[in-house]
């Protein structure tokens, strides 16, 4: 599998250096966007097979892979919503171009801002439970070992299995063994968000990138029917790949993906054919 996963790797990079230029280019973006979606997933199956070994928690692993490709979502869906709202209006190259750039970078520090925020106010709150749960070991370790027991016995174990349990963890690491079965936490592998906040960032600008050059790349008659096209064909790929992610059936996600990105280009396209009429 480690060498697979090293070949797809290896490909997926050394394509990536030779996307088409020119007329090409937004068919080179797009096989290239579908090679990472595809990396993304060799990524977690080589992280989550049971044949390897694990170390930590693999929804944890997970967790910036999923906001990777929903920030990709979102970039996909948002530029592709201004950039047909504008090209509807107008024809020029310079108002789809300053648009969809300045909505790209918008949209890119949005999410890092929100994602920071968000994951930040949760990995606080994990702190302070575990503060919570440190202090009352100190204060009252033998009460915390009953505790211990009783969530034990409630999963179903037998007393004397659940107290041998709790005091060899116990032992072993008294807050991890609490923070885990009380709080749901593993200490060791609290929330990053730098990391969620740069995924998220980094992936909405890559998929932003697909239609803005999707529309700026065809001739004049082409940019729309072109960017359309490619943007639900991405939403295809990143809804199959969100439902991978989560283990769940594609059909439903893919659909409720290219039937919303669908919609929000319709509104838009209507939008910006009225108001570009209304301005001339």
Request: hydrophobic share 50%; net charge negative; proline share 5%.
């Amino acid at each position: 599998m480690c060498g697979s996963f090293a070949s797809k790797q290896s490909s997926f990079q050394t394509q990536e250096r030779f996307a088409v230029p020119g007329r090409g280019l937004w068919q080179g973006y797009v096989g290239w966007f579908s090679r990472g979606l595809t990396y993304i997933v060799a990524a977690v199956s080589a992280t989550s097979h049971p044949a390897e070994p694990h170390v930590g928690s693999v929804s944890s692993r997970l967790n910036w892979l999923r906001a990777g490709v929903l920030g990709a979502n979102d970039g996909i869906v948002s530029i592709a919503g201004i950039v047909v709202g504008v090209a509807a209006a107008t024809v020029e190259r310079g108002p789809i171009l300053t648009a969809g750039s300045a909505g790209l970078v918008a949209g890119a520090v949005s999410m890092a801002l929100g994602e920071y925020v968000s994951v930040s106010t949760q990995r606080d709150s994990e702190r302070a439970l575990l503060g919570k749960e440190r202090q009352e070991l100190r204060d009252d370790p033998a009460a915390e070992l009953e505790e211990l027991v009783t969530l034990y016995e409630a999963k179903g174990l037998s007393p004397a299995t659940a107290r041998t349990v709790a005091e060899e963890l116990t032992d072993h690491n008294p807050l991890v063994a609490h923070a885990e079965v009380e709080l749901g936490i593993n200490p060791h592998e609290l929330t990053n968000p730098l990391q969620a906040a740069s995924s998220s960032a980094l992936s909405f600008a890559i998929g932003a990138l697909l239609p803005l050059i999707a529309i700026l790349v065809p001739p004049t008659a082409w940019r729309i029917p072109v960017t359309v096209v490619a943007v639900l064909l991405a939403l295809v790929l990143t809804g199959a790949v969100s439902a991978g992610l989560g283990g769940a059936p594609k059909a439903r996600p893919v659909a409720r993906n290219v039937i919303g990105g669908g919609l929000a280009l319709a509104v838009t396209y209507l939008i910006g054919h009225l108001v570009g009429a209304a301005i001339t």
